[in-house]
T-cell receptor, first 112, second 115 residues
Framework: AQSVTQLDSHVSVSEGTPVLLRCNYSSSYSPSLFWYVQHPNKGLQLLLKYTSAATLVKGINGFEAEFKKSETSFHLTKPSAHMSDAAEYFCVVTFNDYKLSFGAGTTVTVRA | GAVVSQHPSRVICKSGTSVKIECRSL??????MFWYRQFPKKSLMLMAT?????????EQGVEKDKFLINHASLTLSTLTVTSAHPEDSSFYIC???????????FGSGTRLTVV
C-alpha cells in the first residue's frame, strides 16, 4: 500500500528566510510525487511534480523539491519565504492507478 | 494549462434537500474525475473515482446512494448530495485527469453548508 507522511503539521518562518517542508513516502514501486498548495477556501494548485525524470524538480513560485529514493523522501524547499507563501501544503503520491494519496498537510505561516 | 471549473463555489441548503455540484474540464478531455471531501483543517479524503460512461467507484465508507456521481461526458462530472443533513456540510473538491502523465488538475472547491 502507498502512503505519504508529512513530518511537520505546522511550519513558521520569517519573511526572507528559507522554507523546508518534509515529506516521506512508502512504496513498493516507483511513485509519482507531487506538492500542492491550498489557500483558504480554495482548490489545490500544483507546485511541482516528480515522475521519474530529474530528481531535482523545480516548480512555480521559487519552490523546488528533491526526490531521494534511498531516503524515500521528497522534501519541498524555497530559499526565501514571501508573505504570500502562507498556506496549506500537501505532499501527494500515486502509483499509476490514478488514485492520489494525500499527506496530512503542513500549515505554513510567514512572519513579517 | 489545464483548467477545471467547479460550480457553485458556495451553497447553503436546507436539511432534506439535494444539492448538485458540477465539475468541468474546460480545455481538455478528462477520462477520469475524482471527488474529494475536506474537513476543516484536514487533508483531502477521496470519495469516489468516476470514469466517463461508467459507474463511479466509491471508497470504503462512502454511501453511493447519498453521494450520486455522474460522469456523462469527457468534460463534465457531477456530484449530487441527496437528502442533505448538517453532517454533510463540508468542502468538496473535484479533480480531473487526462492521463497520469499530465497530472491532476483541481477545481476551486465547493463550500456546502446544510442548515
Amino acid at each position: 500500500a502507498q502512503s505519504v507522511t508529512q513530518l511537520d503539521s505546522h511550519v513558521s518562518v520569517s519573511e526572507g528566510t528559507p522554507v523546508l517542508l518534509r515529506c516521506n513516502y512508502s512504496s513498493s514501486y516507483s511513485p509519482s510525487l507531487f506538492w500542492y498548495v491550498q489557500h483558504p477556501n480554495k482548490g489545490l494548485q500544483l507546485l511541482l511534480k516528480y515522475t521519474s525524470a530529474a530528481t531535482l524538480v523545480k516548480g512555480i513560485n521559487g519552490f523546488e523539491a528533491e526526490f531521494k529514493k534511498s531516503e524515500t523522501s521528497f522534501h519541498l524547499t524555497k530559499p526565501s519565504a514571501h508573505m504570500s507563501d502562507a498556506a496549506e501544503y500537501f505532499c501527494v503520491v500515486t502509483f499509476n492507478d490514478y488514485k492520489l494519496s494525500f499527506g496530512a498537510g503542513t500549515t505554513v505561516t510567514v512572519r513579517a | 494549462g489545464a483548467v477545471v471549473s467547479q460550480h457553485p463555489s458556495r451553497v447553503i441548503c436546507k436539511s432534506g434537500t439535494s444539492v448538485k455540484i458540477e465539475c468541468r474540464s474546460l480545455d481538455f478531455q478528462a477520462t477520469t474525475m475524482f471527488w474529494y471531501r475536506q474537513f476543516p483543517k484536514k487533508s483531502l479524503m477521496l470519495m469516489a473515482t468516476s470514469n466517463e460512461g461508467s459507474k463511479a467507484t466509491y471508497e470504503q465508507g462512502v454511501e453511493k446512494d447519498k453521494f450520486l456521481i455522474n460522469h456523462a461526458s469527457l468534460t463534465l462530472s457531477t456530484l449530487t448530495v441527496t437528502s442533505a443533513h448538517p453532517e454533510d456540510s463540508s468542502f468538496y473538491i473535484c479533480s480531473a485527469s487526462q492521463d497520469s502523465n499530465y497530472g491532476y488538475t483541481f477545481g476551486s472547491g465547493t463550500r456546502l453548508t446544510v442548515v
